[in-house]
């Protein structure tokens, strides 16, 4: 091929043996047997298995060098001995007598291993992220973002769509997280910022009369990290589109997403049409809006149960009465579990700030009753009830929860995804898809008692534009929707609010006048009037999606060069000083704290 390689690392094969040959590469791993030395040498593509014996004059230098140096060997091709044939690799039947090599990078003593997958602590893998990325797992990994990423550009091509780069440097958005901003030497005291997303130009697309949009387009936000969310920067595949309703987008999403899962796993799709879930729905079934519905375990809202004379539970008689509610999470044959399990559970929901889970067991012996602590307070006819409103049977367990809404939402979401994984209920072999639809247009805040935009105020609100009843906004509901997938969050989307004085009516009920809206969005409120299309689009994260697929927990896992927590490139150094000049040039100058 060239001076430093006939082949590369994955291509020899029994075909090729008597060939004379050059590789070059990594020193992955030594095996020193005395009389002849094992290396294996690693290239991006695979490994090739070399040999030298002590009698070649190379030995001793080969030997004694650090693991990791780069180098070139010349040599033949011979098979090995049917003992040692490694099916592992794809050049396992083979090796390569070394007849000469040389040194093309040498290699320090290294800080980590490069051979083995063994986590080590963040820091020592994102200063030397170069070394990391060497490794076997998430060099894999990386290279199978390159491929979805390739894949996805081919489909969305197919399926009619046009690429198109937006600007980096733009105005700050006054909703959302925080911005990155970026000063500007020509106009001083005056600044740009990096986009949290396209979400302004993508719609000026549109209005421009292109009809259908995507690019894999990076989103900068100022927010802390978690591990599916990189603090700083991460890519979506932005995509928007003229003309649809709700379910135009849908079916390109799904028809995407099905695609590109079944291309790149093994793992099985639940659905190949994805579920639509109302938000409310969700919220009471599963106590949150991204539900895994891997888990098949069910919340239920018990509440009237306690308004029964025949239950005597006081503590949450006394709470019901209070306006608190009461959720449940059926288990199905639980009743051979030891006390120990239900304990446990009831213990961990106090860990979470919860006031505990309430439970007990349904038996059957000559009459329905409920084995533990509480089993005592329900009758037979409140047992019976129960078994209705949830579903159950004898042998199931209830665990049960009392408090206001937005304290049992969060503990049953977080209790249904404790017990589902203690029971082994999750079927870890599996992608399951759905969709959240129905969000509503307001919110209250419980402390201001002010009136706000609960999602997206750029949406469409649902039903007859004539007919909606703004007097009570949160009955309101929106064209918003969200992609969810085994509990993660793909994707927030909607179908655009594309009519200027529909959009002032609603901003004036989450408190904007006009003029506030004119000054905050001029750019999207100006063009809107000068004729712009039905238009919906979403955005589904680059980095989760492959973070899914690669079956991996955490989002760094995915990416080739991310930040630490504290938003940190430890490997560059940055955020770091500037020196006095360039902030002099910026006409920026740097308050010292006290």
Known sequence: ???????????????????????????????????????????????????????????????????????????????????????????????????????????????????????????????????????????????????????????????????????????SSPEGA????????????????????????????????????????PCFRDEDARADRSPGEFYQLDLEMSFVEQEDVFNVVEKLMVNTFKN??????????????????????????????????????????????DVSFEIFKKLVKSGSKVRCIITKNTKDKPRSFFDNIDKWAKEEGASGLAYFTFEKDEDISAKGPIGKFFSQDALVEIMKKTNCEIGDSIFMACGKQDELEKITALARDKIGRDLNLIDENVFAFCWIVDYPMFEKDESTNKIEFSHNPFSMPQGDLREIDFENPLDILAYQYDIVCNGIELSSGAIRNHKPELMYKLFSIAGYDKKQVDEKFSGMINALSYGAPPHGGIAPGIDRIVMLIANEKNIREVTMFPMNQNAQDLMMNSPSEVNPDQLKELNLALKTKK
Not at 178 to 193: E, M, T
Not at 203 to 209: E, F, P, Y
């Open 1 to 171: 091929m060239n001076k430093y390689r006939t082949h590369k690392c994955n291509e020899l094969r029994k075909e090729d043996v008597d060939k004379k040959i050059s590789l070059s590469g990594w020193i992955n791993k030594k095996r020193d047997h005395g009389n002849i030395l094992f290396i294996d040498l690693r290239d991006n593509y695979g490994v090739t298995q070399c040999i030298i014996d002590k009698d070649n004059k190379y030995f001793s230098d080969l030997e004694k060098m650090q693991l990791e140096t780069v180098i070139k060997v010349e040599g033949k091709v011979v098979n090995r001995s049917k003992e040692t044939i490694n099916s592992e690799i794809d050049t396992g039947e083979i090796e390569i007598v070394i007849e000469k090599y040389e040194v093309l990078g040498t290699c320090k003593e290294l800080p980590m291993p490069i051979f083995s997958d063994q986590e080590y602590a963040e820091e020592i893998r994102l200063k030397y992220r170069f070394l990391d990325l060497r490794r076997k797992k998430i060099h894999e990994n990386i290279i199978l973002r390159s491929k979805v990423i390739s894949y996805i550009r081919n489909e969305m091509t197919k399926l009619g769509f046009l690429e198109f780069q937006t600007p980096i440097l733009t105005s």
């Open 178 to 217: 925080r911005d990155f901003l970026v000063p500007s030497r020509l106009n001083p005291g005056k600044f740009y910022a990096l986009p949290q997303a396209p979400q302004q130009f993508k719609q000026l697309i549109m209005v421009s009369g292109f009809d259908r949009y995507f690019q894999i387009a």
């Open 264 to 309: 790149f796993s093994t793992k099985k799709l639940m659905f190949d049409k994805f579920p639509k879930i109302s938000y409310k729905e969700a919220m009471l079934k599963y106590g949150t809006d991204k539900p895994d519905l891997r888990n098949p375990l069910i919340v239920n809202d018990i509440t009237e149960i306690f308004t029964r004379k």
